[in-house]
C-alpha cells in the first residue's frame, strides 16, 4: 500500500516539533534549563512562541533520551545530572565492565566475535557520515555485546543499568562536539584482545578505556560550563 503524501499543515507541524525539540535539547544541554529545574509547558510555550502541544511531544522525547524526567506528582523536569553524578556512574562502569570483559575474552564465541566486528564497521561508517545517533546506537550494541558474552546474567542486568545512566552524559558530550577523534581505533584494540583470549589485557584495557572517557567527559563540560561547572578560562 502507498503511503499518502503528507499535506503541507502537517509538513508544518512536524517542522515545528523538531524546532522545539532542537531548542529544548540545547537550552538543557548549554545549562539554560538547570539540572532538577521544572519544566512547565505553559510557561515553556511562551518562552518558544508555540502552542502546549509540540512542548509536550518534545518533553515525551527529551525523556526518552534521559534529559527529562516525568512525574505524575511534579510534572516534567530536567533530569538531575552532575558532574559528581558522571564520576560516580563511571567509577562503577570502570569496575563491572571491566570484570565483564575479563570473562568475555575467556567465553565468547565466534559469532559473536564476527558480531562486534560489524558494529565497529557501523560506527566507522557513522563516524564518517556525522551521523551521531547512528554512532551512538552502534557503540552501545558493541559495548553490550561484550557484557552478552561474558554470560553472566546478574552482571549483565547491572551493568545495563549503568549503561543508560551513563547514555545522557554520552549524548551531551556529543552535542558538545566530542566524536571529533575517530571512535573505532581504540575499541579495535579491545576486539582484538578479545579474539586473542587475553582476559587480562582485555579487562585491564576495558578499565582504561573508561577511565579516560570519564575524564574526556568531565573536562569537556568543564570547558563548556555544562553540568554547572565553571568554563576554564573562568577558572584560569
Known sequence: MLQQPLSDSALVLQTVQQVVLQRLRHLILSGQL?????????????????????????LQNLAHEGLVTLSSYRGASVAPFSLENLQEVYTVR???????????????????LAQ?????????????????????????????????????PRLYELI????????????????????????????????????????EAAGRLMRTHLELTAAELLELFRQHGALGAEPAEQRA
Open 94 to 112: 570502570s569496575a563491572l565492565e571491566s570484570h565483564a570483559t575479563y570473562l568475555a575474552a575467556q567465553r565468547i564465541r565466534g559469532e559473536e
Open 160 to 199: 545495563l543499568k549503568y549503561l543508560g545512566l551513563a547514555d545522557v552524559y554520552q549524548r551531551m558530550a556529543l552535542s558538545l562536539g566530542r566524536g571529533a577523534k575517530d571512535p573505532v581505533v581504540e575499541h579495535q584494540d579491545l576486539l582484538h584482545t578479545l579474539e586473542t583470549r587475553d582476559a
Open 34 to 58: 538547570k539540572p532538577g529545574q521544572r519544566l512547565v509547558q505553559d510557561e515553556l510555550a511562551a518562552r518558544l512562541g508555540v502552542s502546549r502541544t509540540p512542548i509536550r511531544e518534545a
Open 116 to 152: 562486534l566486528a560489524g558494529f565497529l564497521q557501523a560506527m566507522d561508517q557513522a563516524f564518517r557520515q556525522k551521523d551521531l545517533d547512528g554512532l551512538l546506537a552502534a557503540h552501545g550494541q558493541f559495548h553490550t555485546a561484550i557484557y552478552a558474552a561474558a554470560a553472566s
